[in-house]
């Protein structure tokens, strides 16, 4: 990682165009770094959690530099309103996708090709289009900007074929910057990003993931629609929030059900007519403290700074998918509520579907994995803020104070000696094995496996034989999430350093009591 670059002239051009174009006064956290490196010339990888504020990032070196900036985007759906929005602020943008006429395109090739333009949205599969590479060759280029970068990644769930193409930028137009941007932060999708746009010796810009200002909750459900309600009526009444359901059946339900109730809700659904979905958008985008009840196609590029709160009635797919959906509460930095409740059922059900998925076992292993993650999220004792954020990579040394369990710590016991027996299972089967077995190792089960591996001869064989297995899964699952134990290839667990300490009773480990 190479340090910024030293303060120059371009940094007050920059804030002008800050200023007067977007009327902002500063650039936020890394975003005038990343500003200066890109006008630079240089390239740059950005992470930055949503609404961090990446789109300034690639806006205004494009406005810098001389030429075109190209923005390489898979949300079709978005480019309209970001195009009209810079247009309303006086820049100069447009964007080629499948969704323009013949004239459409051709006006716009022409516009490019005189200089008319200073940002151009594209989709992926249109840019690899050999008359667009084309037209690029002949354009004057300011910058090419990849947008939801993690979508080359196989790993992530967000994977589009065409990303992988993008390889043609730094082969084609290697004196030309390339920003790679994401709100994916895991190391094997950042890895495949700098592969792919052969960002190798380029900076990385890495944004912190806290969102102080949205306070987390997790709730067992008992009757979800009464306790949603209760919560809205008890700190939400009036306020703008999304509640996300599963299924567009029980999207329709809870509206219906709110709106008897006195809420001013509407519904959001993939299935429901192109016109009742834009007036939701539009009425929850222009109104006050409307709730909308959505599944997850709602929230992409919706950018209302003034979301108070935001609920799932249902599991997320995975840390990623929760941390993007909460994260659209609270934009404006106020005191804004991350509110879910998932029930044994909850757990069941994604499992199964994750199972009965025609996916290859490659991306069902990777899932869930993810999912399993989500559930110790789930069923954390401490701090959720620090389990959300040792996720992503990033460690929070005190516990937040504005959470469920910092506000209300749930009662706990000492599984120092259990915690200490698992560790030295991990350890004696050679820090490899999955959860299943480590468990029939430590409960005394002498499956075939076992037997054929020589764990029954095992000192740690059977000393868990008190607890049952769902017990040591729980517990397994909670080591992985305080890092502890690190999840590796199949799924296999191996003990971190930080696992030494416990083993030495030098550190003693409180898990939620159920
Ligand atoms: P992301 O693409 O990372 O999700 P956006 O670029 O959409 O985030 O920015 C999120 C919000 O933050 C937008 O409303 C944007 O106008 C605002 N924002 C970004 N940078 C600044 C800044 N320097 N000053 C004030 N507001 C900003
Ligand atoms: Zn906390």
Redo the contacts with the bound molecule.
């Keep these: 990682m190479s340090a910024p670059a030293a303060p120059t002239t371009h940094d007050t051009a920059a804030l002008n165009i800050?200023k007067k174009v977007?009327g902002?006064?500063?650039?936020?956290?890394v975003?005038g770094d990343i500003v200066r490196t890109v006008a630079g010339g240089g390239n740059a990888l950005v992470l930055?959690?949503?609404?961090?504020?990446?789109?300034?990032?690639y806006?205004v070196p494009s406005l810098l530099r001389p030429g075109v900036g190209i923005i390489v985007s898979p949300l079709i759906a978005l480019m309209k309103d970001q195009v009209d929005t810079l247009r309303a602020l006086g820049v100069r943008a447009a964007f080629l996708n499948s969704t323009l006429s013949l004239d459409g395109v051709r006006e716009v090739e022409s516009a490019l090709l005189s200089g008319e333009l200073d940002l151009l949205y594209v989709a992926p599969e249109r840019l690899l289009l050999p008359r667009t590479l084309e037209l690029l060759d002949r354009a004057p280029v300011a910058l090419f900007a990849v947008?939801e970068a993690h979508c080359v990644s196989q790993w992530g769930h967000d994977f589009r074929p065409e990303y992988q193409g993008l390889n043609v930028l730094p082969d084609r137009y290697p004196h030309i910057p390339r920003l790679a941007?994401t709100?994916t932060a895991d190391d094997r999708t950042r890895a495949d990003i700098l592969n792919v746009l052969q960002l190798g010796g380029a900076p990385q810009f890495i944004s912190s993931f806290d969102r102080p200002n949205i306070q987390y909750r997790v709730a067992n459900k008992e009757g979800p629609k009464t306790q949603l309600l209760d919560f809205i009526n008890a700190e939400h009444r009036g306020d703008a929030g999304i509640v996300y359901c599963l299924s567009r059946k029980s999207v329709e339900e809870t509206a219906r059900w709110l709106q008897t109730q006195g809420v001013d809700a509407v519904a959001y659904h993939a299935g429901l007519p192109p016109r009742e979905r834009n007036s939701a958008q539009e009425r929850f985008l222009n109104e006050e403290g409307l709730v909308v009840v959505a599944t997850v196609a709602f929230g992409m590029?919706i950018?209302k700074?003034n979301v108070r709160f935001v609920a799932h009635l249902d599991l997320p797919k995975s840390m990623e998918g929760y941390y993007q959906e909460t994260?659209r509460a609270g934009?404006?930095g106020l005191p804004s509520t991350a509110w879910m409740v998932y029930g044994l059922a909850d757990v069941v059900n994604v499992r199964r579907m994750l199972a009965s998925s025609d996916a290859p076992e490659e991306v069902k292993r990777v899932e869930s994995a993810k999912l399993d993650a989500l559930l110790t999220y789930c069923e954390a004792a401490t701090c959720r803020r620090q389990v959300l954020l040792s996720y992503f990579g990033e460690e929070l040394p005190e516990p937040c104070g504005n959470c469920d369990t910092c506000l209300n710590p749930p009662s706990v016991r000492d599984a120092t000696r259990e915690a200490q027996m698992a560790l030295s299972a991990v350890i004696r089967t050679g820090n490899r094995f999955g959860a299943a077995h480590l468990t029939d190792v430590l409960m005394g089960h002498a499956t075939e496996r076992v037997v054929s591996l020589g764990h029954h001869q095992l000192p740690t064989f059977a000393v868990g034989a008190a607890h049952d297995e769902k017990y040591w899964r729980g517990l397994l699952r909670q080591l992985v999430s305080l890092g502890y134990l690190a999840a590796g290839e199949h799924h296999g667990l191996s003990a971190t350093g930080k696992a030494r300490a416990i083993l030495k009773g030098e550190q003693t480990l409180a898990l939620r009591e159920d």
């Excluded at 902002?24 to 956290?29: I, L, Q, S």
């Excluded at 959690?49 to 990032?57: A, I, W």
């Design positions: 800050l977007w902002y006064d500063a650039f936020r956290g975003q930055m959690p949503t609404g961090g504020g990446k789109s300034l990032c806006q947008d941007l709100a590029g950018d700074p994260g934009r404006d």
